[in-house]
Structure formats: C-alpha cells, structure tokens
C-alpha cells in the first residue's frame, strides 16, 4: 500500500476498534444484568461474577466485529468525503479499488479473526459459561435464595425463608415439593442450611415437621422431627448426563458427532447448521463491506453529503444480517438449505463489485467524469 492507503487504513482500524468497544460495551452491560443480580441480591462472590463476565464477550464478538467494521468504514469514507479528501484523491487519479483497498484489507483480517472465534474461542468460552453457571445453580442457598419471597428452586420444587445470616442459616423455612401431584410434600422449619458434598447438595432442616397429603384419600399424614434431609439431587434431570447444546460443542465434534447420537436426526441436523454457520458467517465481514463501499466509492461527489447513501448501506447490511439469521434457524430444522448460507454472502459480494467497479477505466482509475464533483 501508499502513504495514502495507509493513511486510509489507519483511520479504518481506529474506527474499528472504536465501534467494537462500543458495541461490545453496549452488548456487555445489557447481557450482564441477570449476573448483577446474582451479585447483588444472591451475594454471588465479586471474581466469580467477573469471570461469567468474561465468558459472555465471545459469544457475541463474532457478530459484533463485522457489524463494527461496516460503521467504521460508512464513517471514515464519509467524513472524508465531506472534507473533500477523497475527492483530492480521485483527481489525482486514485481509482475506486485502490481507495478501497485498505477496506478490503481490513475486512479480510476481521474474517480471520471471526474465523478463530467461530472455529475455537466461542465453542470453549460457550461451554465454560454453561458449566460455571450449573455449577452456581447447585448452590441454591447461597445464590438463588431471596428471603421473603418462594423462590422455584425446580419444576414444581419452593423454597421459602423468612432471614439468611450471615453464617449461611435459613430461618422460618417452608420447602413445597410438588413433583408428584397426587401426594404433594410441605416441609416446615425453625432453621436449615445447605450442605455440599460428593453425592449432591441437599437441604437439611432443623426443628419442624413433614406433612404429605394424598389427594385420593384427602389423607394428611405429618411427621414432626429435629433434623431432617431434603436430597436436592432429584432437581435435576433423571434422563442422564445433559447432552450439550452445538453451540457448546467443539468444531471437531460437530466434523465427527459422537457415535451416541446416531439415529438422533433433530441433534444431527442442529450440529450440521451450527458447523455450517461457523464457517460462513465470517464470509459476512466482506460482504458487508463491499455493500458499504459501493453506497459511498461509487458515483458523482455530492458537496451536499451521502446521507441517503449511508442509509441505504445500513438497511441493505440490516436485511442481509435479518436474513442470515433467519436461515440459520431454518437451516437446523432442514440442512437442505445450509448451502444458503454460503450463497447470500456470494449475492452480496457480486453485485457490490460491480456497482463498485462500474465507472473503473480500463487504466485503473476512474473513467471520465467518474470522479470530478458535480454541480450542485
């Protein structure tokens, strides 16, 4: 590249960097609410939230990047039309590819990157943020459970508990346990506390009384004791071990699904989509910059600004992205439609170049007239 397209280039990758730290804060503080919460009202500890925190930047940063590159090229070729320096540089006899190739350039790396994070960062940070957030889920005392309120512990399962202290004592607790509808279970107690071991977590409460009603002989039985144990192992799903969503799952796996899930086609077609989707959808960072550079390389110089250029750059980057998301959801329910996903980047990229390259003269640069201001 020139000192020009260096220049150009430098401004785009501060652009960049700008937009995605905007984005990504943006993105960050909305996803981070429900983590805030667990710190603020479940006294999660402070390391743990910033941890979850952190987890939660790959899972977005691979559609943030291109997105965040299609804004910093729509602001810098236009305020740099507004200043007239690109105008300065098309009458010098720079053409429209070789101002956009500093774009162009750009664009491939963010697709190198989104390659990286689609094929082996976002797999692994997905799988830890499941992980860390089962793993803070099994200890519901410390956690999940509000004082003052019933808290739905699991399907059909209630914890209430009038005061925590500090030494992690429930007091006035009232355990609901309504999983089997016929002979629901209410356990009352002075005080309880949560217990953690190999075999589980469980409640154990203290001073109270056990009473189970059988619905078909309206039958009350209560047993009245000084300790008892509540397994909170049942909780969780008795169909065996949680099979992971594809999201979680490594690229390797998603080339050569487990032998488990033979004959699961539903699973199947998900880890098809999700593989196809990762390797397409960095595809999408070229494309949206071709789309951008064509709304604002191509065509007279208007001294009036390219507003209605720019808009039209942002809606037509909008519908593409409505549209590959859309896809990818129809392509997990029928992989018939996966090449889809490769296509629409390929019809974006084609007739960008062209209305990119149509005033291109056979020399390199613009044909005449292409380039000089017009009359407004």
């Known amino acids: 590249m020139n000192r020009l397209q260096r220049y150009l280039f430098r401004n785009l990758l501060i652009a960049t960097l700008y937009s995605t730290a905007g984005l990504t804060l943006t993105i960050w503080l ?9 710190v603020v009202e479940a006294g999660a500890p402070m390391r743990m939230f910033l941890w979850l925190l952190v987890l939660t930047v790959p899972t977005f940063l691979g559609i943030v990047l291109p997105l965040a590159l299609v804004g910093a090229i729509l602001f810098t070729y236009n305020r740099l039309s507004s200043d007239s320096e690109l105008n300065v540089m098309r009458a010098a006899g720079i053409g429209p590819f070789a101002l956009a190739q500093p774009a162009l350039v750009l ?31 099994s200890d519901y005392s410390q956690l999940f459970l509000r004082e003052g309120v019933f808290n739905e512990v699991g399907d059909r399962f209630n914890v209430f508990l009038r005061e925590r ?30 217990l953690t071991g190999s075999d589980g977590a469980r409640f ?5 009384n056990r009473q189970e009603l059988d619905r078909k002989t309206n ?40 032998p488990q899930l033979a004959g699961n086609d539903k699973v199947l077609r998900d880890l098809t989509a999700e593989l196809h989707h990762r390797l397409s959808s960095p595809l999408l960072a070229l494309a949206y910059t071709m789309v951008s ?9 208007n001294r009036r600004g390219q507003t209605r250029r720019v808009t039209a750059a942002v809606l ?38 062209w209305v990119l390259g149509r005033n291109l003269g056979r020399d390199g640069r613009p044909a005449p007239g292409a380039g000089a201001p017009a009359a407004r």
């Open 293 to 301: 550079l064509a709304a604002l390389l191509s065509g007279e110089f």
């Open 30 to 38: 909305s996803q981070s609410l429900r983590l805030i919460e667990m």
């Open 204 to 208: 154990v409460v203290f001073n109270g």
């Open 107 to 137: 664009a491939f790396g963010v697709m190198v990157i989104v390659y990286v994070l689609n094929l082996w960062i976002t797999p692994a940070a997905h799988q830890e943020l499941v992980r860390m957030e089962y793993a803070v889920r």
């Open 219 to 258: 039958r009350l039985s209560q047993l009245f004791f000084e300790r008892y144990a509540v397994d909170l192992k049942v909780l969780t799903s008795s169909g065996g071990e949680r099979w992971p969503d594809a999201r979680e799952r490594s690229t390797d796996e998603l080339l050569n699904p487990p």
């Open 316 to 353: 037509t980057v909008m519908a593409i992205q409505s549209a590959v998301l859309g896809l990818s959801s129809l392509a997990a329910k029928a992989n018939v439609l996966v090449p889809l996903l490769y296509v629409l980047p390929v019809l974006v990229l084609l007739p960008a170049a």
């Open 165 to 194: 202290d500090s030494d992690g004592n429930m007091h006035n607790v009232v355990i609901h346990d309504g999983r089997m509808p016929e002979k629901p279970v209410t356990i009352i107690g002075e005080r309880a506390v949560m």
